[in-house]
């Protein structure tokens, strides 16, 4: 960060982006503009993606080299923006030369290279955010909202479903590439540990698998599940979750009417013995108004602004590992046909018994 | 039924139904209004039930003794609408009377009632039928024959989703509730032996699951999923259906556009040596016309034939069977997280031995 | 009605029906389970009608002659459930026998045939209820209580579709079809006197129009607009209702979302001198819950109500007049390619002067 | 355009720019990508505007004075993309400096300055294009290519929906804003002139009509209907074509199923004599699968395209007068209440003669 003349807290955070494909431009795009931030340097390995850069945004320097990056003393913090075999080996020389890192999901291909990651960044107090940006979207922000203000009430279940026709990639299933949204999603709106894991899939196509089912087990009779799938005709971005008190449908194809909270539910016949009856509620649905900023803007803000009040970001290295942990967990569980995985919850508190 | 005085082809077949609850009322209307049958007698232990059968068919004989039905020579088949636990002892006792069964899915409580009945039918040679009614209705069929002429080409997966508010039962669960139909469809469309299943499912309200994940292995890659609720705020009943050449999604909530079929699909890059890249294909939908005729009558025509002419239904006792083969590995799946469970594929084969 | 012995006030309304059509078996089952009210008498010319009848409703009379039930000293009211050229006279005679009247919708062919019958049942104290049958479900009775309430604050627009693949008539156009219940829901909705009409129309089939575009001007700069279709590929019954406050679609072919009430509006940006801006405010949408009860069950309870403690209906013979103007005064406009055309306000305030 | 040597035939378009607000940045994004073409100049009143060009497109030079462009050498077309009242002065100079024009809808604030422009243009040979960007999308293609090939059969009528909350301007009404779209799609799709007008419409906010209703009698007992408005609570974007063979409806909002072709249709039952009798025909829905290129990208080349090989685009002058000229008919017969209007087709062919 920029020091000031004396010594007292730094106010602007120096970027470098490494990874200038696919979702690089919107990284470099939204830091570009947010404030107290300032990207400094672009690195990729095809010069004609940093001519683009060069084009849009002249001030920025660009090089093929990330070490232009991961050793500039003139940068504050790393934004990986990479395939993510190389999300460890950048993110680790960037802890390693003392730079926050932004990282994008899923956070690494193991588990044990998120632990490695984490315990650096803990002892050198430096700070890890995974971009599941989903989680600074309007209708997840509605939606934890509303579970913080107990208006669903004690969850129930999480019912999500992810299907599209592509994007077949060769070296990672359709669980990789499209389960880390909602794993993160659930991770951050149930808030417990998943107890199991039971995963189905097959392949259809290639050597990878196209389609895959996944149930979640957690505590106090939550359960959450997963489809996913890249050979479907249409495309569904749709998720139910289920509260005692409410329930919610999340629609995020919808253009103006992305949550529907309904006043609907059962109960169980009280003080009638043994009797097991349960009875319904319905009322009114109510459509909260979401907020449209784009969630990449808020995420963006976010991680300059923890780390120049140096906080810990929700959606830090921990909650990246989760979602790893969770994604080994089902290809364990899928490579044998729903055998029950388990996240090895015991590494993270090694991590953090370690830092 | 109702024999000539030359000994020869009978033309009338003689029902009485026993059970006139919920869907009762549907099977005598329909019956009544079939050719070549007439319903002559309905059982019911509620009069006032009775009652209404007399006001509205005064020519049907009522009564709350079921042997009424079961032991008069004056009725060839019996229709038996009762809740499940009465499946058995009624169906046994008609057949045992000589008389061909139709009876409400599922077929039975276990799987070897199904196969003691499907026992005494074939060995008195009498038509089972087992009311899986939505294997009548126009999508069905319609996908059915679309099947049948290939231009789904290799199925690769069954997909359905059957949630609603309510019906919770204290002595079912949702699986024994909803699933049959998907069950009964999928076996019908699908034409395989499911090769294992994986259950995963939670109990929210009382002591029986109400929300349940279901994954069927098939040869061939095939592979089906089935997520039924009972405590979904909003009532879904739609179908996946994906294969080679063309996917279709089956909506049957819509009032007219009910199966819809695209030329959509992924393809191998072939003669590309290693590479395991695909390519899209993505052309026009196609929205086949669907006939409207109500699906219990084009059933009840069918039973009513093929006693007539001595053929053995698809939806027989075997079909039944089958379905409760899979509801029982649902639930021992179910039971223990997941845990892979097999259909007993021997038992059927058993009773073909015994025949 | 059945009067008591001590000459005190009646408690059950004789309800003779003419008509046993489409529509009529309705009527019938409606009025028979009415409390207070019994379907003496059913007439109709078809024999296999009337069959019915006896069939269903054992105790109910039934005649080919009209008059059986007119000048029935057994009959306190006639629902007149025929073609529209038969409404005038039936009713007629039926007032004239000092019989409450009951009719189907439109009310009559002609404003002045209206005028008389209203005419007729003001002299003789007896009520006259129109068949608007909307005007009795669920979403009309919630939006109308939305405008009581100041909800949507004083009404701008009022803007229909009813459109669908046929009824095609050879003596009716499509206005005197379907505009009938978007002309009685307007009516009683806005309750203002329209002012003009304009409407334009085409006939692409046969000798009468099968698509016609209604404007109605009111008082106040409140227009309504009903587009009406024989010939539409898709059946849409929608309606946008624009409040200065707020605003709501209801969609009658949607089977839970029926009316949405959005917290949208637009502000002229007050205190600016001479500026014209406006501003744009959009909150949240809420989806009241509906009533699911047959609109005809409470209308027929309404009707019985009315007569028993004399009271004059919302929807009585003024009520159809005025849709009946509205309906003469379209076909006026439509004839001249949209010439303004007015409802002849002068009428019903004769008829009330005579009584 | 850039001349060769030998006098022979130009194979650049040089193109200038005048106005970046809302829509001239994709104008110069598109023309900048055009094969054929060059951006040489931007002019905008806004420095802050020019800024932007400067950066994304460093070889495009900025001016605030359209002169700079109106009168340059080396400027071969002039793009007008302004608010309307500036288009006719603008395009004016343009013309008469020997440049063609590409100019933003509606053409020109009256005909007549429309009819000046396009008698110019003829006399000095010189190509203009009026920017009806909807004429180019996938859809109105697709549905252009279904009435070319008979598809639809002879057209019955075309109903058209374009609502949503604002845009309210102080100097133009709703017509001005939505109409333009669906009057210059209508005129491409039905190619006949219009006959008469009728219009009506309110002002609920400020001095201009927010929403209006719009019929166009063409010959043939086609009918065109358009419901625009700027104060819906939802936006609908939606087009309903009949023809005797086949009916669609283009949902403009829909991402994948834009263009619905349904095979339904009613038929007059021949040779029954006097009878007036009518019948239906309800077969598949097809939805032909519609391009995505943006429209306006292929535009942009055929402006070029038509400058290159000196031909006549179909969105000509005269095609921008038609839609001015029901522009002004509407705005006559909704200030005296759907008082008919004529489009003085008169005009057209005076221009004509003139050239």
């Not at 490695?116 to 890890?128: D, G, H, M």
């Not at 203000?149 to 479903?161: I, K, N, R």
């Amino acid at each position: 960060m920029n020091n000031n003349n004396d010594g007292g807290r730094s106010d602007t955070v120096r970027i470098g982006v490494i990874g200038y494909g696919y979702w690089g431009p919107n990284i470099v795009r939204n830091f570009h503009s947010t404030p107290n931030a300032v990207v400094t340097s672009v690195c990729d390995l095809n010069p004609k993606s940093l001519d683009r850069v060069s084009r849009s945004y002249p001030s920025i320097a660009v090089t093929t080299d990330p070490l232009d990056i991961l050793e500039s003393p003139e940068i504050d913090a790393v934004a990986v923006v990479t395939p993510i075999s190389h999300h460890f080996p950048l993110a680790k020389l960037a802890l390693q030369n003392e730079k926050h890192v932004f990282v994008e999901k899923p956070f690494t291909k193991t588990a044990s290279e998120a632990v490695q990651l984490i315990e650096i960044a803990e002892r050198k107090k430096l700070v890890i955010m995974v971009d599941h940006t989903f989680l600074f979207c309007g209708a997840v922000r509605k939606i934890r909202e509303l579970i913080d203000q107990d208006v669903l009430g004690a969850l129930y279940y999480y019912d999500s479903m992810r299907v599209n026709l592509g994007l077949f990639q060769h070296d990672a299933n359709v669980v990789w590439d499209l389960a880390p949204h909602d794993l993160a999603i659930m991770d951050y709106l149930i808030q417990g540990d998943p107890q199991a894991i039971v995963a189905t899939g097959e392949k259809h196509v290639n050597n990878v698998e196209n389609v895959a089912f996944i149930t979640i087990y957690f505590a106090d009779r939550i359960i959450a599940h997963l489809n996913v799938n890249w050979l479907s005709p249409v495309k569904v971005r749709s998720t139910f979750i289920c509260g005692e008190k409410k329930m919610l449908v999340w629609n995020d194809l919808e253009a103006d009417e992305k949550v529907k909270v309904y006043d609907k539910g059962v109960e169980r016949a009280n003080g009638k013995g043994s009797d097991d009856r349960v009875s319904y509620r319905a009322g009114d649905l109510w459509v909260p108004r979401v907020e449209h900023v784009e969630a990449l803007t808020i995420e963006a803000q976010y991680f300059v602004d923890c780390i120049l009040n140096s906080r810990t970001p929700f959606n830090d290295g921990r909650a990246g590992l989760r979602v790893v942990q969770m994604l080994e967990a089902i290809d364990r569980s899928m490579a044998k046909m729903g055998e029950l995985a388990y996240c090895s919850p015991s590494a993270p508190k090694a991590a953090a018994a370690a830092s």
